[in-house]
């Protein structure tokens, strides 16, 4: 659905928003100087909200001091079960991007699996780490993440 919104230069232009995220702008060349009852705060946001005209009316509800936004770091499903196609995400959102370390030990404290990738700050980094669910057996598992600066670890499980 197309909205009006004024632009930082005072002029009027026509968004449009497509399935895949990106944003078209249309300059509204006989457009009024004002019109009445139309207001929009920011003109390309993110979750860092750098772009929002008045950063206190649009707050980042993720900015901590923490390196792991809380409630954000988090392994799913979990349990695994064989009805989740073996497929293990890890989901973790940092503050600034860090170069991270996944480490997963079994239950006993043998290494199974570690792996290295970047992550981006405030996203959801799905991706960034595969875990190779078919390598896991019955049991309960540990996963340790681990940064230049802080680690976190959350324990998981998986029936087979």
Known sequence: MPFAAKANDDSWHLYSAT??????RTPLANAPA???GLAWTTEYANLLRS??????????????????VPGQLYIYPNPL???????L?????????????????DISG??????????RAYLRNLDIFNIPA?????????AV????????????????
Do not use: W
Request: no cysteine; hydrophobic share 40%.
């Open 81 to 87: 079960k064989s009805i989740y196609n073996q497929k």
């Open 34 to 36: 004002s019109i009445p």
């Open 51 to 68: 772009a929002s005209i008045d950063p206190a009316a649009l707050p980042n509800q993720y900015q901590n001091a923490e390196l792991f």
């Open 134 to 142: 078919h390598k896991l057996s019955s049991g309960v598992y540990i």
């Open 110 to 119: 043998s290494l199974i699996v570690r792996q290295e990738a970047i992550a």
């Open 19 to 24: 399935d895949n995220g990106s944003i078209f």
């Open 89 to 105: 995400i890890l989901n973790v959102m940092p503050t600034r991007d860090v170069s991270l370390e996944l480490s997963i030990y």
């Open 145 to 160: 993440i681990k940064s230049d600066s802080e680690s976190k670890r959350i324990k998981f499980s998986v029936e087979k």
